[in-house]
């Protein structure tokens, strides 16, 4: 293996040119448009563009993919985790090209990579499973009388794919013909398969998984687990290991498990078997027939490269270790740190501003130390086309309390300056007291996710007006000389606009005045407080652990700038395309029920009346892109009898 191909983007292909460049290997990177400068583009030995910008004309062209291995002579293919990590017709493809395929046989991915047919066949092996259906009828008929069957609470999946796309809980019957239509169009979108099952629910269950290896000589051994029940919209966004709830009987048990279902299906390669944990019971969610994001984890405690086992195991060559060799030491905790708010949204932009706290890319992360796996750079370019995640933290260190606390310091020595990041709040969530005493379980964030977003909005405004005078000065800088006359100010924050008046008192000092407070001094620049202007009148700022952004409405008529009465208009928050309007002009509305269902960044988003009214105009159609603030439909009053 002289050259390798990857058939992916953004961190994980840079985590894999790491490795294989330490192996001597020369890699292939591949890019779309929008990627065209991106990092991974840059550190790889070869780039060959794919054109276009949207994941199907792009990084889900296997025909692009394999001319691009032709044409640079590679001689093997690493497709890293999502795109086509999972499609046994890419790795057949690949295997026929004569390339060496960096992953498991195709017949392994086709057994495993179904949700379906991974539960067939691990009931042949023992391997608890929750009661379901996953037929070949997918009617809704046919789906609507195995649910009663099942009963309530059950989870609507997509067969394929993984990251939680495609899934819908539901509590009550008559909502499954829209979980139905809603997870099949989501399932479509990400993973081209719109096929469906449906299982009993566990309502307070631990998501649990276990990472396994094989090699081709027969040998397959398991690794540990990692927990990972902080999750959003069914997508992780912390991981650890070991896992608060498993000890070593249970770790045994669940190893024993995921090896025999592995074994089952003639696996080679690393693969990730997950289970849902309630109690002592486990049951088998899925297998992922790849590399895990969260595979740094298991890296930190056993001190190995998966990566470099992959590449190996490719190779021919037997596993480096046996089951009884594998050794997990300390603690360690990933986070994935994701271009959205504190409410989930997904933002896209240009990153202005990026320091990382003192890291070690890539390699395993020793006792107390950082791994920053990312692809930022100061003028890198987020865009609609792909996901949401930026990069991932990962700390080990000899226990869970260091392991988080270390974490937290690291979430606010980052700064990431241009668009909203879950930075705050992943580290409000480390800091959690369910969390910190390893109580979280999936619904988690469900339950206390609204008083984590109370707790950094009072973080914001605690200092706000200070960071907020800090940034708008910045590119305005104050005089040296003392200015008699007060100068007014309007700023918005967080919707609602807050009247100051601010005095130059020289040397970079100003007096700042706000009706029913006492007048306050401030030393510009405020110390710590990092800014970017991002607009003609907007900035953000982050200082410590602590994100903010304010807009100068000091220029609009008054009345517009103090208005936080009831919404006229329903703006997208974020680009995206159109996939329904469930509504249509005339129609009276509720507060909280859907206008618009938009997808971004892989997820379908719906996007709500936020209060009762009338739909008086739609102003998009179904598979149009919109862009942040664009108004996509306006209200009137709700009518008489309308529903409150």
């Not at 990730?272 to 944990?277: A, D, K, Q, R």
Request: hydrophobic content about 45%.
């Amino acid at each position: 293996m002289k050259k390798i191909l990857i058939a992916n983007r953004s961190e994980i292909a840079r985590r894999i040119i790491h490795t294989a460049h330490r192996m001597g290997i020369e890699t292939v990177a591949v890019y779309s448009n929008p990627d065209a400068n991106a990092l991974h583009v840059r550190e790889a030995t070869q780039a060959v563009a794919l054109g276009g910008a949207a994941s199907a004309d792009t990084y889900l062209r296997t025909d692009k993919l394999l001319a691009a291995a032709r044409a640079t002579g590679a001689d093997a293919v690493h497709p890293g985790y999502g795109f086509l990590s999972e499609n046994a017709d890419f790795a057949q493809a690949v295997v026929d090209a004569g390339l060496t395929w960096i992953g498991p046989p195709p017949a392994a991915i086709r057994a495993l990579g179904s949700k379906a047919g991974a539960k067939a066949l691990a009931q042949t092996q023992e391997v608890p499973c929750l009661p379901g259906y996953a037929g070949d009828d997918q009617s809704d008929e046919r789906f609507a009388a195995e649910a009663a069957r099942i009963g309530t609470p059950l989870m609507v999946k997509a067969v394929a794919g993984g990251g939680g796309r495609g899934m819908r809980l539901v509590t009550d019957l008559a909502q499954l013909p829209a979980a139905l239509a809603s997870a099949r169009s989501e399932a479509l979108a990400g993973f081209g398969c719109g096929d469906l099952l449906i299982e009993r629910a566990l309502l307070q269950p631990r998501h649990v998984e276990v990472q396994i290896f094989a090699d081709a000589h027969g040998g397959c051994i398991h690794l540990g687990e990692r927990d990972c029940s902080v999750q959003r919209r069914h997508q992780k966004i912390i991981e650890e290991s070991p896992s608060p709830a498993v000890d070593a009987a249970l770790r045994e048990r669940m190893g024993a498990c995921a090896v025999a279902l592995a074994q089952a299906a003639g696996y080679v390669g690393a693969g990730t078997v997950e289970f849902l944990l309630d109690g002592a019971e486990f049951f088998l969610m899925e297998m992922n027939t790849r590399l895990q994001v969260e595979h740094p984890v298991t890296e930190a405690l056993t001190g190995l490269d998966l990566v470099e086992w992959q590449i190996r195991v490719a190779r021919g060559e037997p596993l480096p270790l046996t089951q009884d060799q594998v050794h997990l030491q300390g603690h360690a905790i990933e986070v994935r740190l994701c271009a959205e708010d504190a409410h989930f949204r997904p933002h896209t932009g240009r990153v202005l501003q990026f320091s990382a706290p003192p890291a070690t890319a890539f390699e395993r992360a020793a006792p107390g130390v950082l791994r920053f796996d990312h692809a930022l750079e100061e003028g890198a370019e987020v865009t609609p086309h792909y996901d949401a995640m930026l990069g991932k933290l990962i700390v080990h260190a000899p226990t869970r309390a260091e392991a988080i606390a270390a974490l937290v310091r690291a979430l606010q020595g980052t700064r990431v300056l241009g668009l909203p990041t879950n930075r705050a709040f992943l580290a409000a969530c480390l800091q959690h007291p369910v969390f910190a005493s390893g109580q979280a379980l999936v619904p988690f964030l469900a339950e206390h996710a609204q008083e984590l977003q109370r707790l950094l909005s009072n973080d914001e405004l605690s200092v706000h007006i200070p960071s907020a005078l800090s940034a708008i000065f910045a590119s305005n800088p104050t005089s040296d000389l003392p200015c008699a006359m007060a100068r007014p100010l309007r700023l918005r924050h967080q919707g609602e606009v807050h009247s100051i008046a601010v005095r130059e008192l020289g040397g970079g000092r100003l007096l700042v005045e706000q009706a029913g407070a006492e007048p306050v001094t401030l030393q510009l620049p405020q110390r710590g407080v990092h800014c970017v202007a991002v607009g003609p009148r907007r900035w953000h700022w982050q200082t410590g652990g602590v994100d903010g952004w304010v807009e100068d409405a000091s220029w609009e008529p008054a009345a517009r700038a103090g208005a936080a009465g009831g919404a006229t208009e329903l703006r997208a928050p974020f680009n995206g395309k159109v996939v329904a309007l469930p509504v249509a002009a005339g129609q009276a509305l509720a507060a909280g029920d859907t206008v618009v269902v938009i997808e971004s960044m892989k997820l379908e988003h719906s996007l709500a009346s936020p209060a009762a009214a009338t739909v008086a105009e739609l102003l998009v159609a179904p598979g149009q892109q919109v862009s942040p603030g664009q108004v996509l439909a306006r209200f009137a009053p709700a009518t008489q009898g309308a529903p409150a």
